[in-house]
């Protein structure tokens, strides 16, 4: 399965307006779980939010039901969904008890240890973002931000901590640009027509 037809989850060939019975998007839950949980992250990341709101946003939207979404991605047959959620829902699953267990001394992780936790994830998305980018246009841009904001994290980690902050800044265009993706995919179903287009493929 190709990444074109991640398109076809995300509003690219879907009906003109819902009929009921058929399989649920479950996209738009993985969306929404990303996108708001990333958003609530950076609240904290830029001193706005304290850790807890995160933690139990991060372990029950942004880890459980973006989880859920991709197991469900995975049924209908959308590997890149399939990956794309499952794998980030156990990145916010993995994040929050790391930050359980360093406040309560179980497994306790120093500040490079969680940069290299985001090196991985860094590496990660980097894998996937041509697959968004061959998507749509919207897509494309969920990723290459996220992309940069790991890298932006990564180099705040293990340099000068400001890099944080300004990854949180870019991490909130981030999970604004997926609350979009996901909002173009429920208004073209509640309204038949695309009222928030994606654009076309970044890359052939």
Same mark, same amino acid.
């Given at each position: 399965?190709?990444? !074109?037809?991640? &398109? ?12 009921? +019975? ?6 738009? /839950?993985?969306? =929404?779980? %990303?996108?708001?949980? *990333? ?10 939010? &304290?850790?807890?709101? /995160? ?7 942004? #880890?459980?039901?973006? $989880? @859920? =979404? ?10 890149? #969904?399939?990956?794309?959620?499952? &794998? ?8 929050? $008890? ?8 179980? %497994? ?14 860094? @590496?990660?998305?980097?894998?996937? *973002?041509?697959?968004?980018?061959? !998507? ?8 290459? *931000?996220? $992309? @940069?904001? %790991? ?12 890099? !944080? /902050?300004?990854? +949180?800044?870019? $991490? ?25 287009? /994606? ?6």
């Amino acid at each position: 399965m190709n990444a !074109n037809t991640f &398109s076809n989850q995300i509003g690219a060939a879907e009906p003109a307006a819902h009929t009921h +019975g058929t399989h649920g998007n479950p996209a738009v /839950v993985g969306l =929404a779980g %990303f996108g708001m949980t *990333t958003i609530l992250l950076q609240f904290h990341n830029v001193g706005w939010a &304290s850790l807890g709101p /995160v933690i139990w946003t991060g372990l029950i939207f942004g #880890g459980l039901a973006q $989880l @859920i =979404a991709g197991l469900h991605e995975g049924r209908i047959g959308n590997n890149f #969904g399939y990956t794309a959620f499952t &794998s980030y829902g156990c990145f916010w699953i993995a994040l929050c $008890l790391i930050q359980i267990g360093n406040a309560t001394g179980l %497994f306790p992780v120093s500040h490079s240890d969680v940069g290299w936790f985001l090196v991985i994830w860094t @590496i990660y998305t980097a894998v996937m *973002t041509p697959g968004a980018m061959r !998507n749509s246009t919207g897509l494309g841009l969920v990723f290459i *931000t996220l $992309l @940069i904001g %790991f890298i932006l994290l990564v180099i705040g980690h293990f340099g000068p901590a400001i890099f !944080n /902050v300004i990854a +949180g800044y870019e $991490l909130m265009l981030c999970g604004a640009l997926a609350l979009y993706v996901m909002a173009h995919t429920i208004y073209k179903d509640a309204f038949g027509r695309d009222l928030l287009p /994606v654009g076309k493929p970044m890359i052939g």
